[in-house]
C-alpha cells in the first residue's frame, strides 16, 4: 500500500521560505487527491492544502493568506508545498496523506506520511 514519505523540513528564520516534498518509492501517486497537514505541540492536527489528483485543483486554510503553494511533479511521482514568509507560528510538524476523494479532510484520508519536523524561530 501507499507509503508517502515527508522531506524539507528543517529551522528556518521567520520570514524564510522551506520546500516540503512529498514522494512514494513504491506506488504511484498519480491517482491520489494529496494533503498537507500540521500538528503543532498541544495542538489537534489541521489542514493545510490540498491538491486534486489531476493537479487542476487546490484549496488552501485561511490561514495560509497566499503564503504556501502546492503543486505536483507527476514524472517525479512528488508533491510540492512551498513556504514562504515563515511565521512562528508555522512551527509544527508536517504531514502529507493521499485520498481518492478530494477536497481533502484530516478524517478522510487513506494513506499517512509519518510527518517532517518545521520550526520557524530565531
Known amino acids: 500500500q501507499l507509503q508517502p514519505v515527508e522531506s524539507g523540513g528543517g529551522l528556518v528564520q521567520p520570514g524564510g521560505s522551506l520546500r516540503l516534498s512529498c514522494a512514494d518509492s513504491m506506488f504511484t501517486l498519480e491517482s491520489y487527491a494529496i494533503g498537507w497537514f500540521r500538528q503543532a505541540p498541544g495542538k489537534e492536527r489541521e489542514g493545510v492544502s490540498c491538491i486534486s489528483a489531476s493537479g487542476d485543483r487546490q484549496n488552501y486554510a485561511l490561514f495560509v493568506n497566499g503564503r504556501f503553494t502546492i503543486s505536483r511533479d507527476i514524472a517525479r511521482n512528488t508533491i510540492y508545498l512551498q513556504m514562504n514568509s515563515l511565521k512562528p507560528e508555522d512551527t509544527a510538524t508536517y504531514y502529507c496523506?493521499?485520498?481518492?476523494?478530494?477536497?481533502?479532510?484530516?478524517?478522510?484520508?487513506?494513506?499517512w506520511g509519518k510527518g517532517t519536523l518545521v520550526t520557524v524561530s530565531s
Open positions: 496523506a493521499a485520498t481518492k476523494r478530494y477536497p481533502c479532510s484530516p478524517e478522510g484520508m487513506d494513506f
